[in-house]
């Protein structure tokens, strides 16, 4: 589940053009009353759904098919040390993945927990 860390935060808008996701965010804004919940929607080149992914969200998703492809529109450019991320299991937000995850990232196997101190942005 992956965020870029404030001064450089970003607004995303994400469309599945081939294939199918289950794509999700987490709110991460402290004085939102959905703070840490999350939102799981199925993208496919067949529903033509798209996300919008507001500053202060994490972002991640699961491919349902081979060969998925998806369209990414940033607000700013990527940051280089300005990442950050939140494991995809992690017990506090407790994602329902539809299906068992299975080909992870080295990267995204090694984000942290975010335990019980994590007070947001």
């Not at 202060?56 to 998925?68: R, V």
């Amino acid at each position: 589940m992956h965020f870029q860390h404030a001064p450089d935060t970003e607004i995303k808008l994400i469309r599945c053009i081939r294939g199918s996701v289950y794509d999700v965010i987490i709110d991460l804004r402290a004085e939102s009353p959905s703070f840490l919940q999350y939102f799981g929607v199925e993208l496919s080149a067949q529903n033509m759904r798209m996300i919008y992914v507001p500053e202060g969200f994490a972002h991640g998703f699961q491919t349902l098919e081979d060969h998925t492809e998806l369209i990414y529109h940033h607000t700013s450019f990527y940051t280089p040390g300005q990442e950050g991320g939140i494991r995809y299991n992690d017990p506090r937000i407790d994602i329902v993945w539809p299906l068992p995850p299975s080909v992870i990232s080295e990267k995204d196997q090694n984000y942290p927990f975010l335990g019980v101190s994590f007070s947001g942005w």
